[in-house]
Each structure stands twice: as C-alpha cells, then as structure tokens.
C-alpha cells in the first residue's frame, strides 16, 4: 500500500513567521494531494488541495506545493497566527484504490504569540 | 446543511459488550468511511463503502462490521468490545467522481472500553 512520511512531527514558530509542513509519497501515480487540519477535540477539516497537474497552489495565506518527481508535497503557512496552533495531516490516495486515502502521522503546529 | 452526523459523541463500554456507532451524510456523496484515531497518531481507515451496497476492508478492520443502509447512513459495530478499541471514531464521505476528492469528517464518536 501507501507509504506516507509527514515531517516533522512538532513544529513551533514565533507569531508571523512562517511554518512548513512536508510529506513524502510512494506511489508515483498518485494524483491527488489534500491537507487537513485538526484542532484540539475537532474534527479534521480540509484547508486544501492539489491536483497532480499544477505544481503550486495558494488560497490567502496557505499554499501547497508538488514536486511530482521527488514525490514530495509541503504545506507552508505565512505570517502565522495562534488560531493556526493545531494538527496538520497530510494524505494520499491508497495504491489500487484511489477512493481510499492514507494519512500521514501528524504535524503539531504551535504558534507562540 | 448538517453535513456528516455522528451518534453517539461518547461512550463508555465494558469488555465485551457491543454497540453500533452509526453515522449520516446529508451531502448525496456515494463513498462513506470509518477511521479510528488513537492518541498522537493520525487516522487509521477501519472500513470504507464505495457506493451504497458495498463494503471494504481498510487498514485495521479485525473487531469490527460495517453496514451501510443506504446512500446516507454507514453504520459500524464493535461486537464484542475490547480495551484495544479505546478510541476516537470518524466517519467521513466523498463524492467519488473518478479521481481523488476531500473527505468530510463528522465531529467523532469518544468510545472508552473498559
């Protein structure tokens, strides 16, 4: 199945700087690429996504870049504030079956203000 | 719009005791899903339904059945509950259109076993 490495697993960053949040892939014909983000006793919400045909995509202060041929993605989050302080998944279709997404382990995101 | 609802938000169990988590989707999404979430990890897929009638195996399913009842609802049993399934459990839906989609998470269902 699968492999996903999410890195790193803690992450602390003054407020207003910025944050990056990588994660590596297995499968090369993967082609879909969301991240989620998850607050403490929430349910994970998506804050965005990539499809394998763009290698950037930005939405305010969030964006995502793909590197399709090291199989790689990142979150980076700019000018960063307490209210971004959370967990932050990143995920991949399953091999075989893309209905299916694999997690990867989890960023903790805290934001000292 | 209520999006995914979960019932029960907690509960407590003995040891092998069974209950049903169960679990709606007002969204007209044709692909369903179970995850378990344990402390500091991320989220392990228990089964998933693809469309209405059928059902998979995901990554941790030993202990656990699924049912889904129609297009809505997708309903997981513990049959004979273990302190192993101590846990947080998410139902999420996507709307399957021949490539990858988000998924919508409902609020989780805290179970403890005892």
């Known amino acids: 199945g699968e492999n996903v490495e999410q890195h790193p697993s803690t992450l602390s960053v003054q407020e207003g700087d910025s944050a990056v949040i990588k994660c590596t892939y297995s499968?090369?014909?993967?082609?879909?690429f969301p991240w989620y983000k998850q607050e403490l006793g929430k349910r994970p919400q998506l804050i965005i996504d990539?499809?394998?045909?763009?290698g950037e995509k930005k939405d305010q202060r969030i964006a995502v870049t793909l590197n399709k041929t090291a199989k790689h993605f990142s979150l980076h989050i700019t000018e960063t504030q307490p209210e971004d302080s959370a967990v932050y998944f990143c995920?991949?279709?399953?091999?075989?079956?893309?209905?299916?997404?694999?997690f990867g382990s989890g960023t903790q995101l805290t934001v000292l203000p | 719009n209520a999006g995914v609802t979960q019932t029960p938000k907690f509960q407590v169990l003995k040891t092998g005791q069974s209950m049903t988590l169960q679990c709606a989707q007002d969204?007209?999404?044709?692909?369903m899903y179970w995850y378990r979430q344990d402390p500091g990890m991320g989220l392990r897929l228990i089964y998933y339904?693809?469309?209405?009638?059928?059902?998979d195996k995901g990554e941790v399913p030993n202990g656990y059945n699924v049912s889904r009842l129609n297009k809505r609802e997708f309903s997981l049993r513990l049959e004979s509950a273990a302190p192993s399934q101590t846990s947080v459990y998410f139902c999420?839906?996507?709307?399957?259109?021949?490539?990858?989609?988000?998924?919508?998470f409902g609020d989780g269902t805290r179970l403890s076993i005892l």
């Open positions: 999420a839906s996507s709307l399957w259109t021949g490539q990858g989609q988000p998924q919508h």
């Open positions: 499968d090369s014909a993967s082609n879909y």
């Open positions: 990539i499809r394998s045909n763009v």
């Open positions: 995920a991949v279709p399953q091999e075989g079956s893309a209905r299916q997404l694999t």
């Open positions: 969204m007209n999404h044709n692909s």
């Open positions: 339904s693809a469309s209405e009638g059928t059902t």
